[in-house]
């Protein structure tokens, strides 16, 4: 698919031809809780996956704009492959963490295997022979069974204190158990990883600190100079607003198709359209503005304590604005919507389940923003 694309079209016009795909296969992925193999290969060969890689390793370190807007394009169709491809890109992001060596392990065959993770520190890693041990269970890894790579999160003692850190892992190394069955996202397959005392070498580890503060080994790019909450909100928003765009071209559609023959079906009128039009496609606009304005901050260049807990404050803002519209539009649909395999019911589905990220919550970012707003003239 790159190879048909010029350098000027860039990702989205890649992102345009995997919704289109995306979308003819949402409901079926749906079914079968993963997401279908042709999509997954468009997603990589889109360059979702290099996105964030360094150049140095053939990637492209791009912008958060770019692959913001182009998640959102993809979640338009399908919410479940618009995350995926969020995660596949801000993964290559966080692996150019990694020492050189780790990285030149990763990256050795190219710039697009498909990492997956898990950020939370559930597992517990033993220094042993310059490298650690590492085991331990981590749920919700979206995509992971087409992964090539993992980069999860355990725990481990330095000096007697306890230190967070991450590690590489190939697909060899770790099993998957069936474990994602839910109301929404469905078709992520964020199954459960497991590591069974798995020795991983010292070049494929990094702290925690160093991806908090943001500060990639010999980073070359702007995007390896970000601390990951300033930017970390935005992957997971994209696919909402994408989400939330979609269902309300749904919803249009049919609304006015029922509003041009509203006279000759004797409806003389409709529970609030024009409000619940202008409303909504307000909400989403506004959104849409909020999460252009993280990317552009974090596409800038440096980005300070406020910066930081403004974007996870406009971040855990704007998803409520697209929920609160999705369900707006759901309830305005009537009957028709909450048919089985209907596109508006996934869509409500899939945006609220997507919205309980831990890391979308409104008041723990409006905690962090006043933190720092309180001290600032």
Same mark, same amino acid.
């Not at 492209?60 to 394009?73: C, P, Y």
């Not at 087409?146 to 770790?174: E, H, I, K, N």
């Given at each position: 698919m790159r190879d048909q694309l010029s350098e000027r079209d860039g990702l989205r016009a890649a992102a345009e031809q995997v919704a289109d795909l995306a979308g003819k296969r949402a409901g079926a992925a749906e079914a079968e809780r993963r997401l279908h193999p042709e999509v997954v290969r468009a997603v990589l060969d889109a360059g979702f996956a290099r996105h964030f890689?360094?150049?140095?390793?053939?990637? !492209?370190?791009?912008?958060?704009?770019?692959? *913001?807007?182009?998640?959102?394009?993809?979640?338009?169709?399908?919410?479940?492959?618009?995350?995926y491809a969020s995660l596949t890109a801000g993964l290559g992001r966080m692996a150019a963490y990694l020492p050189a060596a780790g990285q030149?392990?990763?990256?050795?065959?190219?710039?697009?295997?498909?990492?997956?993770?898990?950020?939370?520190?559930?597992?517990?890693?033993?220094? *042993? !022979?310059?490298?650690?041990?590492? =085991?331990?269970?981590?749920?919700?890894?979206?995509?992971?069974?087409?992964?090539?790579?993992?980069? #999860?999160?355990?725990?481990?003692?330095? !000096?007697?204190?306890?230190?967070?850190?991450?590690?590489? #892992?190939?697909?060899?190394?770790?099993?998957?158990?069936?474990?994602?069955?839910?109301?929404?996202?469905?078709? =992520?397959?964020?199954? $459960?990883?497991?590591?069974?005392?798995?020795?991983?070498?010292?070049?494929?580890?990094?702290?925690?600190?160093?991806?908090?503060?943001?500060?990639?080994?010999?980073?070359?790019?702007?995007?390896?100079?970000?601390?990951?909450?300033?930017?970390?909100?935005?992957?997971?928003?994209?696919?909402?607003?994408?989400?939330?765009?979609?269902?309300?071209?749904?919803?249009? *559609?049919?609304?006015?198709?029922? #509003?041009? $023959?509203?006279?000759?079906?004797?409806?003389?009128?409709?529970?609030?359209?024009?409000?619940?039009?202008?409303?909504?496609?307000?909400?989403? !606009?506004?959104a849409r503005l909020l999460l252009d304005r993280v990317a552009a901050v974090v596409d800038g260049g440096p980005v300070g304590a406020l910066e930081t807990a403004r974007n996870g404050r406009d971040c855990a803002f704007a998803v409520d604005l697209l929920v609160g519209a999705v369900d707006r539009l759901f309830r305005a649909a009537g009957t028709r919507a909450q048919a089985d395999g209907n596109a508006l019911q996934r869509a409500w589905r899939d945006a609220n389940a997507a919205a309980s990220h831990v890391v979308l919550q409104f008041d723990p970012a409006a905690a962090a923003y006043a933190a720092q707003a309180w001290h600032r003239p």
């Open positions: 890689v360094p150049a140095r390793w053939g990637g !492209d370190a791009g912008t958060f704009t770019e692959v *913001s807007r182009a998640v959102a394009a993809i979640g338009e169709s399908c919410a479940s492959t618009a995350w030149a392990e990763l990256w050795r065959d190219g710039p697009d295997p498909l990492i997956v993770g898990a950020l939370m520190p559930l597992g517990e890693a033993t220094p *042993s !022979d310059g490298g650690w041990r590492l =085991t331990g269970r981590w749920p919700y890894v979206s995509a992971i069974e087409f992964s090539d790579w993992a980069l #999860v999160c355990a725990m481990v003692r330095t !000096d007697g204190r306890p230190q967070a850190r991450f590690f590489a #892992v190939p697909r060899a190394a770790y099993t998957i158990e069936d474990t994602w069955f839910t109301v929404g996202m469905r078709a =992520t397959g964020s199954n $459960t990883l497991v590591l069974d005392d798995v020795r991983v070498s010292a070049e494929m580890s990094f702290t925690r600190d160093v991806l908090t503060v943001g500060t990639a080994a010999e980073a070359d790019a702007p995007c390896h100079r970000v601390p990951l909450k300033a930017a970390n909100g935005l992957g997971f928003a994209a696919p909402i607003l994408g989400t939330a765009t979609g269902a309300l071209k749904v919803w249009t *559609s049919w609304i006015a198709e029922k #509003v041009r $023959t509203a006279p000759a079906n004797g409806i003389t009128g409709g529970p609030g359209y024009d409000a619940v039009l202008a409303r909504s496609a307000a909400e989403i !606009d506004a």
